[in-house]
């Protein structure tokens, strides 16, 4: 595990991040420095703003303030939220992806009537040049970058474990399995950063194990920095190099999972509020 | 009492058997039916007149028997629980069939037979039949497969289609010298086509951008009044355009490179053919698009905006790119069909053309290039040949139209010859599984 | 400087068009809060009414005399609730017959758009094969005098009954949308249908009860719509996209949107006829669209009925 401690590099910086929906403020003054190569995971109870938090990262939603900062591949930083008070404005979420990040959703989202193939052969290719002309032509470059995407998408089919079932429609495929199809089509997109949200939710303690294994071997082998939403709090303990516990929209608590999970005001977090999560 | 109580002080406790409801239904729909294919019209004078003849004839006693006879045949159906004892003996063969007519050795198996079958029947037909086949069947296929591209792949709904079909026209009017506004040179049909390709392609962006990057029911509207303004246009401008009575003189196509010389003339055959071979080149381009990045892209926005873009697609681009590709298909059979005909005005591109070629899209089965391909064909074949034998009025086929839409929508949304994709797609949406169009959210929408 | 000069010559025309619109784009509207649909068909609801205006007073008036007095008044308001009930019928049928099915079976809103457009077609091409295919006059059911003049525009008896008769029925409207307890249904589900239905919200009765009211407004207006300019089976098309257009000026979903645009709408239709000629004033319809799509695509009072965008 690599020890972020080591070399603070900030990836991702959010400064001050307010969300509000009419008169409901989700996320507030949320600040979040997330450091090249760390597992961070994001606790809280249920309504904390975790979602939110992603969905401002991810330029789904546009916080009324705050910075939010990400250091692209080629090291350049740059503002994901940007403009003034009034008319502020997200990166979309399509450039936001280029720019490095990938998610995955709560409720997954995968195309359902494409197969597992399909699915990650749709993210691998976003980043490839071809367009309408040679993709009807089968120009040169159109028939080699489709080479690479199916190259790369059997490739990622086999890291999460799924070459087997890569010609099944993704809705047809087990809970378990199209949460770790849709990391697949998270990952193809080549990011630097991974945004999990609830992977674990609806899994069997089978499944978690080598979710477990995967979470860590994203971040050792591929050099992903992750950033994982996770009620199972074993799961958390275990693969998280640090741990933000999020309430009420706002920041409780930051440190080693050990010392959240001893901190009093997130033992009071959680036993106060209405669903308790152990 | 308030007005909002008022329903509930009238409401009757009593209720009827659904049974009977059921044969109200289909007594009303045969009448309907019975009104419906009577060959006369109304007139202000006697705004009565049809159904007073319709269901004054004995004809009614045939449609009100047929319906009552549906009826009591779906009510044993139904009793004796048969949908699913058939559907269940059936799946196996069915399920088989899907396969074979879904995979891809079946698409171009079809497509092999329709192209010789086209090559070699029409020399047979009549001189009637054959300008059928090209100003109604050639003309509205190569359209269809155009729109296909918007509305079954990428799920867009665009009712403006045919104000691109017009406009293919009339660049075609502008470059041989037919229209009031003359052109700085003067251009072979076919040096033409690329011309349009490029003026529907930057009309169809300048269109496509400000309103794809909203809702896609919107699109709806915007194209529509698109169509509306242009329709103005050909009309009111008339030292451009020609107003009402368009522009004459539309030259043939023509080749005359290379030592080769031929002539298109009034003659159908070699229209026919010039036709197949745009048609078939489009096929060739469209299936390979459809199975490229493109076409994935396209099936990852109508499944689901939102994790499409979460995923580096850039939905607003890829709406724009078949807005566009769809624009200038239509364009190019404009001046194709300008060519042919010779002459053009706006009543040649009305509104509801737009609707109409909809529908044989709808009606082939979107998404699917042999689907709307056949559905094109039948639904222009088959009223020309109504029209001839004079059982349907011309001025009805909108109607008819409509209902064709309405029922398919109900009973058979996919259509005649679905694509795999889209069946599936309908079949999941109707589990509450995704989606299967582009117009439920932006990707800023919800997540 | 042409606006100036001629903006009381156009105003009150403008406002009679427009509070035309408004009743119109209430239907629209209220559709759009419940179901995210655009009714297409929601034009020949209006064509409807026009129609059915046309048949009773028909029946009413002997052929070339103007009625008075009372007679002007109970055939007048005799046209105007039939054009109102058939209205309200046949969006009521429409609902039931096209558009029930696709939500049992959850279908996409392409298939809803398109049975709508499917739908809308059907009906006017049915009307005009059924009624013949020519404009035809609602007979007159009153003297169309002058009333007063306003800085030298006149006002007619004509407008001022279709301005007031339009505005009493808004009124009426936002007291039961408001109000009543069909109201807060009609409100919950444009809400979040889900959650309404888990309170025990009938949502079926609930979306009945929106086009049978849509179908009221958008009725009556194609009478009075009919007896203004004329009746045709193609009547509902062009006023039935300005609507919408007014609908989304005002902010789809938000029923006092809706009047607010309608009127706003007619009020700038009819007042740039004093700048260009007049066959152009279809277009400012679609360019209003356009425009307010591509600033402000909440409209004016924003979405409020409905989701946001
Ligand atoms: N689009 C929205 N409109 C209105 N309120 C919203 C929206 N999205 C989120 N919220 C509100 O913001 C708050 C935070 O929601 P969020 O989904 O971020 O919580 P969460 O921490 O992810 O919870 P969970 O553990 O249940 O997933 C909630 O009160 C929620 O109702
Ligand atoms: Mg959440």
Redesign the pocket.
């Given at each position: 595990m690599a020890t972020p401690q080591a070399r603070e590099e900030a990836l991702l910086t959010v400064r001050k991040v307010t969300l509000r929906?009419g008169g409901?403020t989700?996320l507030s003054e949320v600040d979040l420095s997330l450091y090249r190569g760390e597992i961070r995971s994001v606790i809280?109870p249920?309504?904390?703003?975790?979602?939110?938090?992603f969905n401002c990262l991810t330029g789904v939603y546009t916080p009324q303030e705050g910075t939010i900062e990400f250091i692209t591949a080629d090291g350049t930083p740059t503002q994901l939220v940007s403009g003034p008070p009034r008319r502020r404005r997200s990166r979309k979420p399509h450039v936001v992806n280029r720019a490095g990040i990938a998610r995955t959703f709560?409720n997954i989202r995968l195309f359902a009537a494409l197969s597992a193939f399909e699915n990650v052969k749709i993210a691998a290719e976003t980043r490839q040049r071809t367009g309408p002309i040679g993709a009807m032509l089968r120009l040169p470059h159109a028939r080699a970058n489709e080479r690479r995407s199916d190259a790369r998408t059997r490739e990622l089919l086999d890291f999460v474990g799924l070459r087997q079932v890569a010609d099944e429609l993704a809705s047809s495929l087990p809970y378990g399995v199209q949460r770790r199809l849709e990391i697949a089509r998270a990952l193809a997109t080549d990011p630097a950063l991974l945004l999990l949200d609830?992977p674990a939710a609806g899994t069997n303690p089978t499944e978690k194990r080598q979710l477990e294994g995967l979470i860590r071997r994203i971040n050792t082998d591929l050099g992903v920095t992750v950033l994982l939403?996770e009620?199972d709090m074993k799961l958390v303990m275990s693969v998280a190099d640090r741990v933000t516990v999020?309430n009420f929209?706002r920041v409780i608590a930051e440190g080693r999972p050990e010392e959240v999970q001893r901190d009093p005001v997130v033992v009071e977090a959680y036993l106060g509020s209405t669903e308790e999560k152990p | 009492m308030t007005v909002g109580e008022l329903p509930l002080a009238v409401r009757r406790p009593r209720r009827i058997d659904p049974r009977w409801l059921r044969l109200g239904g289909w007594l009303v729909l045969g009448a309907l039916l019975c009104v419906m294919t009577s060959t006369e019209e109304g007139t202000p004078s006697d705004h009565w007149l049809v159904v007073r003849t319709a269901l004054g004839s004995t004809k009614l006693i045939g449609w009100l028997l047929a319906g009552a006879i549906v009826w009591a045949l779906l009510e044993v159906w139904r009793a004796r629980g048969l949908g699913t004892v058939v559907s269940g003996r059936t799946a196996g063969v069915r399920g088989r069939w899907h396969e074979i007519t879904g995979g891809r050795r079946a698409h171009w198996l079809f497509l092999g037979i329709a192209a010789v079958a086209a090559i070699v029947i029409p020399q047979f037909l009549s001189e009637f039949y054959q300008r059928v086949l090209v100003d109604q069947v050639a003309v509205f296929v190569l359209l269809a497969v155009g729109l296909n591209v918007v509305v079954g792949w990428a799920g867009l709904l665009d009712l403006g289609y045919v104000a691109f079909f017009a406009i293919g026209a009339y660049t075609a009017g502008y470059f041989t010298r037919a229209l009031p506004v003359k052109p700085p040179f003067h251009l072979n049909p076919f040096v033409i086509l690329p011309v349009a390709v490029v003026v529907c392609l930057v009309a169809g962006l300048l269109l496509g951008a400000p309103t794809l990057r909203l809702r896609g029911d919107y699109l709806a509207i915007v194209t529509l009044g698109f169509h509306e303004i242009v329709q103005l246009f050909l009309v009111n401008k008339n030292n451009w355009t020609g107003g009402n009575q368009g522009a004459f003189g539309i030259p043939h196509f023509s080749i005359n490179i290379f030592g080769i010389h031929y002539q298109w003339t009034l003659a159908s055959l070699p229209y026919w053919y010039l036709f197949i071979a745009m048609l078939a080149v489009l096929v060739f381009l469209f299936d390979r698009l459809e199975h490229s990045k493109v076409g994935r892209s396209w099936t990852a926005i109508r499944e689901d905006e939102v994790a499409a873009a979460a995923n580096g697609v850039p939905t607003v681009k890829y709406k724009l790119m078949a807005f566009a590709i769809g624009a200038s298909t239509s364009g190019l059979s404009g001046v194709l069909y300008a060519s042919r005909i010779g002459y053009i005005n706006p009543a040649s591109f009305p509104v509801v053309l737009s609707i109409t070629v909809l529908s044989y899209v709808i009606f082939g089965g979107m998404g699917s290039l042999v689907g709307v391909i056949v559905g094109a064909a039948l639904l222009t074949f088959l009223p020309a040949v109504f029209q001839e034998q004079n059982i349907v009025r011309q001025e009805d086929i909108p109607m008819w139209i409509g209902a064709i839409l309405v029922v398919m929508m109900i009973f058979r949304s996919q259509g005649l010859i679905p694509s795999r994709r889209r069946r599936r797609e309908l079949g999941l949406a109707a589990q509450g599984v995704s989606d299967a169009d582009a117009m439920s959210e932006t990707p800023e929408g919800?997540a | 400087m042409c606006l100036t000069q001629h903006f009381w010559q156009f105003l009150v025309p403008g406002i009679t068009l427009g509070s035309l619109y408004a009743l119109i784009a209430i239907g629209y509207t209220l559709v759009y809060g419940v179901l995210q649909l655009i009714n297409f068909a929601h034009s020949e609801v209006f064509m409807t009414g026009g129609f059915a205006g046309l048949f009773i007073t028909q029946a009413l008036v002997t052929a070339g005399l103007t009625p008075h007095g009372a007679d002007s008044v109970l055939y007048t308001v005799t046209g105007l609730v039939g054009g109102a009930v058939f209205g309200a019928v046949v969006a009521f049928l429409l609902e039931r017959v096209a558009y029930r099915p696709l939500r049992r079976r959850n279908a996409p809103r392409l298939v809803y758009l398109i049975t709508a457009i499917g739908a809308s077609l059907f009906l006017s091409n049915l009307a005009g094969k059924l009624f013949g295919r020519d404009r035809t006059n609602i007979p007159e059911l009153y003297a169309n005098d002058v009333v007063f003049t306003l800085f030298g525009a006149q006002v007619r008896v004509q407008q001022l009954v279709i301005i007031g008769t339009a505005l009493a029925m808004m009124l009426l409207l936002d007291t039961v949308v408001n109000r009543s307890k069909l109201g807060a249904g009609i409100r919950a589900v444009a809400q979040d249908a889900q959650t309404a239905s888990l309170m025990g919200v009938n949502i079926n009765r609930v979306i009945s009860q929106t086009f049978v009211i849509g179908g009221l407004l958008g009725g009556a207006a194609g009478f009075l719509f009919g007896s203004y300019l004329n009746v045709h089976y193609q009547m509902g098309f062009l006023p039935g996209i300005k609507a919408f257009a007014a609908a989304v000026l005002g902010g789809i979903g938000n029923i006092r949107g809706a009047m607010l645009g309608g009127l706003l709408l007619g009020i700038v239709e009819s007042v740039s006829q004093s700048c260009m000629s007049s066959q152009w004033i279809d277009v400012v319809a679609f360019v209003v669209l356009i425009l307010v799509l591509m600033f402000r695509p909440t409209g004016i009072l924003g979405q409020r009925l409905g989701r946001a965008a």
């Open positions: 929906f409901l989700s809280g249920n309504g904390a703003g975790k979602t939110s938090l709560q609830e939403i009620h999020l929209g | 919800r | -």
